[in-house]
C-alpha cells in the first residue's frame, strides 16, 4: 500500500502523462546557425543533457545519458510526468539526447534493395565527405531526436518495486578469482520521449528569439 500512495502523491505533484505539446522541428535561418547550434548546446546542458559528442561541420550534437528520477529522488523529477517518474522507478531508466541540423525540407528516405548500410562517413574514408552544414546555402531545420533507455541486468533476482533489494544468480561453474564482479547490465532503447524532444525545441526558439521591447 506504501507504494501506491506514493505513486498517487507523485501523480499529484508532477501532473499526467499527456499528448506531446509544440512543433516538432524548428527552422533555422542560415546566417543564424552558430547561434542556433550554440544554443541547442546551451538548452540541453540546462536540462542536464551535457553535450558529449559536438560537431559544428555535420551539424550534431550527442548528449551524455540522463538518469530518470525515480519516487525516492524527487529532486531528480524536473519535467518528468508522473507517469515517467513511476517508469523510472519500477524500472532503471535514462534518457540520451541527439541534435541534427539538415537542410530545410529534409526528408529521410527508406533504404532501396538488399544492399546493408554502410553506416556514416568517418574521417579518412573514401565513401565520400560527410555532411558540411556550413556549406548549406539555403535555411535549416533542427531537429531532436531523445532515446528512452532502460537497464536489464541479467540474474537479478529481486521485487520490481524497488532497486535496492534483490541479489544475482551466480553460475558456479564459474571459478570465483576474488576480483570484484563486472556489471554485466546492457542498456536498451525502448521508446522515444516526443514530449521531451518538443520541449526542448521550444526552448531553443525561445532561447533566439529576438529580445521583447
Not at 532503471?92 to 525540407?105: D, L
Not at 565527405?129 to 531523445?146: D, Q, T
Not at 541486468?153 to 564482479?181: E, H, I, M, N, W
Amino acid at each position: 500500500m506504501t507504494v501506491f500512495a506514493a505513486v498517487s502523491a507523485c501523480a499529484a505533484v508532477v501532473g499526467c502523462a499527456s499528448e506531446p505539446v509544440g512543433p516538432s522541428f524548428m527552422e533555422v535561418d542560415r546566417a543564424r546557425y552558430d547561434v542556433a547550434f550554440d544554443a541547442a548546446c546551451a538548452v540541453a546542458r540546462e536540462e542536464g543533457l551535457v553535450p558529449e559528442i559536438t560537431d559544428r561541420r555535420a551539424g550534431s550534437i550527442e548528449t551524455q545519458a540522463l538518469t530518470a528520477g525515480s519516487l525516492l529522488e524527487p529532486w531528480a523529477w524536473t519535467d518528468l510526468t508522473a507517469t515517467e517518474v513511476v517508469e523510472g522507478t519500477f524500472g532503471f531508466e535514462r534518457r540520451r539526447a541527439r541534435f541534427e541540423f539538415v537542410a530545410s525540407g529534409f526528408r529521410p528516405q527508406p533504404p532501396e534493395g538488399t544492399t546493408p548500410l554502410a553506416g556514416p562517413v568517418l574521417p579518412g574514408s573514401e565513401r565520400g565527405s560527410g555532411a558540411n552544414v556550413p556549406a548549406i546555402e539555403g535555411p535549416l531545420e533542427l531537429r531532436v531526436s531523445v532515446s528512452v533507455e532502460r537497464q536489464f541486468r541479467p540474474g537479478y533476482q529481486g521485487p520490481a518495486y524497488t532497486r535496492g533489494l534483490g541479489s544475482f544468480s551466480t553460475d558456479v561453474t564459474v571459478k570465483d578469482d576474488g576480483r570484484a564482479p563486472r556489471d554485466r547490465s546492457t542498456w536498451t532503447p525502448i521508446s522515444r520521449d516526443e514530449r521531451l524532444e518538443r520541449m526542448l525545441i521550444t526552448r531553443i526558439a525561445e532561447r533566439l528569439a529576438p529580445p521583447m521591447k
